[in-house]
Each structure stands twice: as C-alpha cells, then as structure tokens.
C-alpha cells in the first residue's frame, strides 16, 4: 500500500509517495504520518481536504500520482462534474494500441458512506499496475483491454460523509422539499421510479426529481453509452453485505444471460472465499437483499453490457460502513480475486484464440521433447 | 392454499435469501438482549435452512436452522434451530422468538465483567464520547466494552423495530454519558445510530441502560430522535 504522507503547514512540500522515487520531492520536509488508512484515503484522493496550504502549491494527489509514475500505461480522462462542480476522473490503464481495444468498467463510492470501495479501487490499480510487467496473464489482459476505473464517483457525497453517514449526492431538493441529495444508483435509465425507491426527497432512496438529474449518473451513462461496443464488462463496487449482484433489481425482468452470469458470479464468490475464507452470496437484488430500479449496473446490462455485477464488501453488519482499519486490506485482497475471476473468464471468452495459442504453444513444446527424448533413444 | 386457518400454507426458503437473511437478523437481536454483555456479542453466522408457514390468524412464521457464536469471546459456532413469528397487523409489533439456548455458546466472561464493573462504579466515574468507531474507524481500546454495551442495548431496539421488511445493525455510537450509578447497577445514556438496510436509513435512538454483572443489560427508557434536515453548507 502507497503510504502518502500527509505534512505539516509549516512546509512548502507537498504528499509524496514513499514507494516513488524519493529525490522527485526536492523540499525538506518535517512530516507527520498520518497513520489512519481511512484518513489516508481521504487525503490520497482530496489532498486539499485536511489541509490550509495555498491552492498555487502543487499537490499531488494519488492519481496524478499513478499517471506520473506509469505513463506508458497509465492516462486519466474526466468525464464529467459531480454537483458541486468537482471533476469525475476515471484511469485509463492498458498498453497502447493503434485499434480500438475492449474495455472493463469499474467505479467504487457512489455511495459515500462506503468507504471501503473506494480503498478497493484503488488496491486493485496498484495490484495491476505491480504485476503487469511479470505476470503473463495480466501482460495479456493490459495488451488486450483498457481497465476504466473511477475511484471515487460521488465526490461531493464522500466529502461530506467524513463527519456522518451520507450516502446520497448532494444536489439540493425541489420541488419545495428542503432535504439534499439523490439516491445516485436509483436515478439511472434503468426501470426508473418503479421498484426500491421512495419519492421523498429525504429518503436515502430518493431516486431524483426525473432520471439523470445527478450530473453524476449523467456522466456514467454518456461515458457507458460512448462506450458501449468496447465495454465488456461493468463491476461497481459497494458495501456492505457481502453479496455479488447480478442484473436485474426488478423482481420480474430476467437478464437473457442470467444463468452465465450466475455461474461467473459463483466463481467469482469462490475466489473470494479461497483468500481468507469469507462467504459472499449470489444473486438477483430481489433474490438476496431487496428489489430496487434505475441502478447503474443494470442500466450497463440494459444497454447491451453483457457482464453487469455489483459487488458488496465486508462486512455483515457488525461494523457496517465503520470497517475497521485491520479489515481493509483482507476485504481488499479477496475482492480482488473475485473480481479478477469475472475480468479473466470475461477476456478468455473475447480472446479465445489467446487460450488456444497457449494450448498449442504446450503441445508443441511436448511434441518437441519426445521427439528429442526417442531420438535419443 | 389455505382454508378457514384450518390448512397452513407452508413454503421452503433458500438460506440465503432475503427473507431467511432477514429472519435471521431478528433471531440475532433476541440473542443480545437475553445473553449479550460487554464482553459477549453474538452473531448470527449462516442460516442452513429456512421454511415459512402463513398461521392464518397470528401472523408469518419462519422456522430456521442456523449458525451463531459469540464473535467478541471467539467462541466456536452453535447450530441451533428457532421460530420466529412475525405478527399480523397495522402497527409494529417486534416478532415473538422461539428457541432453546441451553447449547449456546457462554465462556466465561465474569472476571471481565467484575473488573469492569468496580472500575466504572467508583463514585468519580464519568464516561464520555461521541463517534464510535470515529471517522477513522477506531475504537479505543477502553471503549470496546461500551460499544458492544451499545450494541446489546440496541438490539433490545433492533428486534422491537423488526418485521419482515426490515434488516437492522447498529451503524455507530453517537455518544455516552455515564449518569449516577443507581441500585448497584451502572447508568448510561446513549445515542445510537441504528441502519436499515432495506430503507437504507440512519434512525438516531436516545437509550437509558443500565448494566451489572449479576443485572445484566436493561434498557430503562427509549427515545426515537428526529431526523435532522440540515440545511448545512457542504464543509
């Protein structure tokens, strides 16, 4: 994990990673470590947050962070403004290529109280970015696939739920209702208004005056819709629950590749459970949690995104949204492999060809050596 | 189907459904108010097998076989088997649980329980704090206790709030104040914030409980609080 090293006033520096090049900082520094991982979080993705330091010193943030230290596969792309006119930035990660390359979609924290996710996002960019280069597999996934990954989604939310449990986005009401926010995964296209939802504007489950009203969901579609060819896969990532979701949250609409998605979510939940042991559930919403409409996930499959998944993280209700600090990295590591098992059975069936030249790669390479083992003989 | 009350509908569940999830979650809640502590917190690990039954005139039974254990004293997982009769009608009414608990995992916690007991019922004694776990997600060590006390006096709030469209944890502790200690058992005042998962609510408590080692966890008087409709700028 980066250790981003949150300083003191008295100095003219800036956040630096530990793990970069330490002679890129050329200041001195008296520095006291934040030690917290959640407030490492915060300041990792708002480094303007905790601190009174004048806006024309350069801050790096861990994003730019990425960029700046894997150029060749790293770029950012903003794709649109929360509510109070932050910009929503997703990462571009994947070798360069001259056509068009298939895509894998991940956002974490539209809901901004589920701290967790974000801190996933984030370890799952610096697991790919640390294995790319040695990991055949994962070479293989980076020359054939961009990863799009949008760390923090509902910036405003997340923000303000430092000091309590928000969830929504933070758009004022209307309509003469005093209360602020919506709902961000009930405002999508996706069966609007119809099921899981509550027209008042107080309502945690307040699915927005019309759909798209959360310049948010605005953004995640246009992005998906643009997209839509490239995109094989759509993750969004949550807490809490421990459950892998799938399509749809209306209790009478069946996705056309429910079984396949079932059986690649129960993988998936295999792979979970092979890390340290912790069960997460498969299922509809209406299945296993409750039924719900105008989410992002179903609105990916809605358009023709074939794997849709939402995944929700530790735990099961002892701590909540409060995770704590020693469960962080567990629940990371486990999803990860949860998730890299959806994103391999996904590339494996665009990219079969892939497979196959390994198979034939091994026979040949068989073939090879008792052909030189009889003559040998 | 049934008739007159006389033949009763009865359907299996999967386990791991939303209906089981939920029943279970209620089973949990009725075992912190009977045996949860500050230094004993149960819960409900896995539900095996679940079936429910509509008893025409009472309400919607649910029989569950399931797995518990007493998660803050490590103890090993007790299956057992309960019903849980969630009551018709138009107001609230906390569903009425049925198990036999003789099995159910109880170490011995009353060093823990005294020591704990003699230290906070000195006269000078006065407990405080706000946010537990913080934003930081810590809770200080000297705090535990008081939040798994928390946490078994909301379960008393848990399972009275309990129907089937319903899923209740205990998101945080708001605050604690320790009042006067009163017939030899310890006072607290707490605000709790209590999450429903199917309404994804916060809902604020106002608890009065008191605690002893040989009283055990009562909780004197509740309070539901408003929500607050702040109109506050975003910093």
């Known amino acids: 994990m980066f250790f981003m090293v949150l300083l003191s006033q008295h100095t003219t520096c800036f956040m630096f990673s530990i793990t970069a090049q330490l002679q890129d900082c050329s200041c001195k520094l008296r520095t006291t470590p934040s030690t917290s991982p959640w407030r490492r979080l915060f300041t990792n993705f708002f480094p303007h947050s905790f601190m009174n330091l004048p806006q024309k010193i350069l801050i790096l943030g861990w994003m730019e962070q990425m960029e700046k230290n894997h150029p060749d596969v790293v770029s950012s792309v903003m794709y649109g403004m929360t509510h109070e006119k932050r910009n929503i930035t997703l990462l571009k990660i994947g070798l360069n290529s001259t056509l068009p390359k298939k895509a894998i979609w991940m956002d974490c924290g539209i809901h901004a109280r589920e701290w967790i996710a974000p801190a996933f996002c984030q370890h799952f960019v610096k697991e790919i970015l640390g294995s790319y280069k040695t990991d055949p597999k994962m070479n293989e996934l980076f020359k054939n696939l961009d990863f799009y990954i949008t760390p923090v989604l509902n910036m405003d939310g997340y923000i303000y739920s430092w000091t309590r449990l928000w969830r929504k986005s933070r758009s004022p009401g209307s309509d003469g209702c005093t209360c602020f926010g919506t709902d961000l995964n009930r405002n999508f296209y996706a069966n609007w208004g119809m099921v899981g939802i509550s027209r008042n504007c107080c309502s945690e489950i307040y699915n927005g005056h019309s759909p798209l009203s959360e310049s948010e969901a605005v953004a995640v579609t246009d992005f998906l819709s643009a997209n839509r060819d490239q995109l094989l896969c759509f993750l969004t990532i949550h807490s809490y629950g421990q459950l892998i979701l799938v399509p749809y949250g209306h209790p009478n609409i069946s996705a056309p590749n429910y079984d396949e998605l079932m059986e690649v979510g129960l993988a998936a939940a295999k792979a979970i459970k092979a890390v340290h042991g912790v069960d997460y559930t498969v299922g509809t919403p209406p299945d296993v949690l409750y039924a719900n409409s105008g989410s992002s996930r179903d609105f990916a499959r809605l358009i023709g995104i074939p794997f849709s998944f939402t995944f929700e993280l530790r735990d099961k209700g002892d701590f909540g949204f409060k995770l704590p600090e020693d469960q962080i990295q567990p629940t990371c590591e486990e999803a990860y492999q949860g998730a890299m098992s959806i994103i391999n059975y996904v590339h494996d069936k665009t990219f079969p060809s892939a497979a196959f030249t390994v198979t034939a790669t091994l026979w040949t390479t068989l073939t090879a050596a008792w052909l030189s083992s009889t003559t040998l003989l | ?235």
């Open chain 2, 1 to 235: 189907m049934s008739e007159e009350g006389l033949v009763m509908t009865s359907r299996d569940l999967n386990p791991d459904y939303y209906e089981a999830r939920r029943a279970g979650n209620a089973v949990q809640h009725y075992i912190n108010t009977l045996y949860g502590s500050p230094f004993r917190l149960y819960s409900v690990t896995q539900v095996h097998k679940a079936r429910t039954e509509a008893m025409a005139d009472t309400g919607m039974k649910y029989f569950l076989e399931f797995s518990v254990k007493d998660w803050v004293g490590e103890s090993s997982e007790w299956h057992g088997s309960v019903e849980v009769l969630y009551p018709r009608g138009e107001t609230q009414a906390p569903p009425q649980v049925q198990g036999s608990w003789g099995g159910l995992p109880q170490l011995n916690i009353s060093a823990k329980e005294q020591e704990f007991y003699q230290r906070y019922s000195a006269a000078d004694s006065s407990v405080s704090g706000k946010d537990i776990p913080d934003s930081y997600g810590n809770i200080d060590r000297e705090m535990k206790p008081f939040w798994h006390l928390a946490r078994v006096a909301a379960s008393f709030v848990m399972l009275n709030e309990s129907n089937e469209n319903t899923l209740y944890n205990m998101a945080q502790v708001a605050k604690i104040t320790q009042l006067e200690t009163q017939d030899d058992q310890l006072r607290f005042d707490y605000e709790v914030l209590l999450h429903n998962m199917v309404s994804q609510e916060i809902i604020r408590w106002k608890l009065l409980v008191s605690w002893s080692p040989a009283g055990g966890v009562k909780v004197l008087e509740t309070e539901l609080l408003p929500r607050c409709h702040c109109k506050s700028p975003t910093q």
